[in-house]
């Protein structure tokens, strides 16, 4: 079994290579839902979603989030109706988002719900929400504090971040499957996602971080730097704004005692790795193409990273 952490688009993208070398029965991802938030009434879990159109061949690929040509008609009468909203809601995904509100409103769980989404799009692998309490990601900056999308679409992450908090990860347990996943995996995967936004709401549930830890022989993380610079998103900015330098020695601290190893990409190699409690692998870590993510993937379980 091997299982992946992930938040959305990095993450997806080597989800995508992992689904191509590893049956999909023995592939389990953990998403962050941290992102999730609620739209014109309407439970949307962006990473959840991501992965899933993603492993069903619907993302854009360069985009990464939402359906490949999908159409905008609902949320151009939305606009009408509501004023000019700045989520961009496709009518395909907005499908998936009347799905989910209706069944959450039945009673069922959102792993229930996203498994069904998995069974209805043909998805082999098991797409487990980090939890089926709701956590919420926010964005303590010098704009005060913002919920995620708030931060991240709305604002363009233009706001500088001091902080980063998950509210309501205290009193949220994660979802069924998480920690036995995560104990009973030859390999366990944190994706290519901001460790901040994407994978620390997964860190902060209770159980998570000690799992983890008892695990980290078997836990490999993919730097979501290259160059000190990230593929995609505000994660660079954020340490910048953190007093923090951004490279891949951030990185490595940030999962020290919960990784033992830090794929980075060519030339990334922290000088002082000496002093690091991780192990430090050079492999071509940028995704956008499937043959990459299938490469790295094939990397990740092979004899060089699993044991
Ligand atoms: N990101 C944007 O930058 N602009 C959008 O309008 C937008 C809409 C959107 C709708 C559904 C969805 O699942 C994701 C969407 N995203 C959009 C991406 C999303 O904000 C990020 O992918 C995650 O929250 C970060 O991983």
Same mark, same amino acid.
């Given at each position: 079994m091997i299982t992946l952490l992930a938040g959305g688009v990095g993450g997806a993208r080597l989800l995508r290579g992992l689904a191509a070398v590893v049956p999909s029965g023995d592939l389990t991802v953990i998403v962050n839902t941290g992102d999730d938030d609620e739209f014109y009434g309407l439970a949307v879990s962006p990473d959840i979603d991501t992965i899933l159109y993603t492993l069903?061949?619907?993302?854009?690929?360069?985009? =990464?989030?939402?359906?490949?040509?999908?159409?905008?008609?609902?949320?151009?009468?939305?606009?009408?109706?509501?004023?000019? %909203?700045? $989520?961009?809601?496709?009518?395909?995904?907005?499908?998936?988002?009347? #799905?989910?509100?209706?069944?959450?409103r039945q009673g069922a769980t959102l792993t229930l719900v996203t498994a069904e989404l998995c069974r209805a799009r043909g998805i082999g692998v098991r797409v487990l929400?980090?939890?089926?309490?709701?956590?919420?990601? @926010?964005?303590?900056?010098?704009?005060?504090?913002?919920?995620? @999308?708030? #931060?991240?679409?709305?604002?363009?992450? @233009?706001?500088?971040?001091?902080?980063?908090?998950?509210?309501?990860?205290?009193?949220?347990?994660?979802?069924? =499957?998480?920690?036995?996943?995560?104990?009973?995996?030859?390999?366990?995967?944190?994706?290519?996602?901001?460790? $901040?936004?994407?994978? %620390?709401?997964?860190?902060?549930?209770? %159980?998570?971080?000690?799992?983890?830890?008892?695990?980290?022989?078997?836990?490999?993380?993919v730097s979501p730097l290259i160059g =000190?610079?990230?593929?995609? =998103?505000?994660?660079?900015?954020?340490?910048?704004?953190?007093?923090?330098?951004?490279?891949?020695g951030a990185i490595a601290d940030f999962y020290k005692g919960l990784a033992t190893r830090l794929v980075v990409a060519p030339g990334d190699r922290p000088? @002082?790795?000496?002093?690091?409690?991780?192990?430090?692998?050079?492999?071509?870590i940028l995704l956008l193409e499937p043959a990459r993510a299938r490469a790295l993937a094939t990397f990740l379980c092979g004899p060089a990273v699993a044991r």
């Open positions: 069903a061949d619907l993302a854009p690929l360069e985009r =990464g989030w939402g359906i490949d040509g999908d159409t905008f008609r609902v949320r151009e009468e939305l606009d009408l109706l509501a004023g000019k %909203g700045w $989520f961009a809601l496709g009518d395909r995904d907005i499908a998936t988002h009347v #799905y989910r509100t209706w069944r959450l929400p980090m939890s089926d309490d709701p956590v919420r990601t @926010q964005v303590i900056s010098d704009r005060g504090v913002l919920a995620f @999308q708030d #931060y991240l679409v709305r604002l363009r992450a @233009q706001p500088a971040v001091r902080s980063v908090r998950y509210r309501g990860a205290r009193k949220a347990a994660p979802a069924a =499957g998480v920690i036995e996943a995560i104990e009973n995996s030859s390999l366990v995967v944190i994706a290519p996602s901001n460790p $901040f936004v994407s994978v %620390g709401p997964i860190l902060a549930l209770p %159980g998570v971080r000690p799992a983890l830890a008892r695990a980290r022989a078997r836990v490999v993380a =000190g610079r990230a593929v995609k =998103g505000p994660l660079a900015d954020m340490l910048g704004a953190m007093g923090r330098k951004a490279d891949v000088r @002082q790795a000496a002093g690091r409690a991780m192990e430090i692998l050079e492999h071509d």
